[in-house]
């Protein structure tokens, strides 16, 4: 397996596509640090494609029940730094922000794109259709679409063993969705995937937010431009925009 290349459903990748087919995935231990490095330049043109898709499908998807009221996305393809995310959900104007880092990882040797999101609170920013169990996360759950589940014969409640850049887990399955609406069929908490992802690839890549309830628009717009001042790389958008 050391040093096999997987596509984004997990079939032989594309020599010319690397960036978007997937990562390394390695097991060997003195192999890790050249996953890390593999895994880091992917995510960086991932983090754009992730940006832009996730916002389109908001788009698209608004009269469905999605109570995101802004969204924050990189200008770059570089991410933005967590830190921002917890100066965000700090503020008073803030009920919830759901940022979301992607990766790779193996499932029945198969290579399976995955996003990582806080434990908590993401069905304040976006609606997956949940048909069993609930979008919250403990540490080792995991959200799973719910063809995909039924095709590899998971239900609510199994568990399923799960290689990451950086060591294995065994993971349950503690909720089943139907609309992938952030283009991820599997979803995991972030300390999940701060414990089996490089420091390098801590990056958000994107961010939902509802406002807390009485906030006004302008009074959330207002309070997010002023604690995203100090970070020029990053914008916020309403839903109109």
């Known amino acids: 397996m050391a040093g096999q290349f997987f596509s984004s459903n997990g079939a032989p990748p594309r020599s010319n596509n690397f960036m978007l087919d997937g990562a390394i995935m390695q097991s060997s231990n003195d192999t890790t640090t050249a996953s890390a490095l593999m895994i880091g330049v992917a995510l960086v043109s991932m983090v754009g494609v992730l940006g ?77 259709d949940l048909r069993e169990g609930t979008t919250d996360l403990p540490p080792d759950g995991l959200l799973v679409q719910d063809e995909v589940a039924a095709g590899l014969g998971l239900g609510l409640g199994d568990t399923v063993e799960v290689q990451f850049p950086v060591g294995t887990a065994t993971l349950r399955v503690t909720g089943l969705f139907h609309a992938a609406v952030t283009r991820s069929n599997w979803l995991v908490t972030q300390d999940l995937f701060e414990q089996h992802f490089p420091p390098d690839v801590q990056l958000d890549g994107f961010g939902g937010i509802a406002l807390a309830p009485g906030v006004s628009q302008k009074q959330g717009g207002d309070a997010l431009a002023a604690a995203t001042a100090a970070y020029p790389d990053v914008k916020v958008q309403d839903r109109a925009q």
């Open 52 to 128: 832009a898709s996730f916002k389109a499908s908001f788009s698209r998807q608004l009269n469905t029940g999605i109570s995101a009221d802004f969204f924050v996305t990189p200008e770059n393809f570089a991410g933005f730094s967590p830190d921002l995310t917890r100066e965000l959900a700090a503020l008073p104007e803030v009920e919830q922000i759901t940022t979301f880092r992607q990766g790779r990882m193996l499932v029945g040797g198969q290579g399976k794109s995955v996003q990582a999101v806080q434990p908590t609170g993401l069905a304040k920013v976006v609606n997956l």
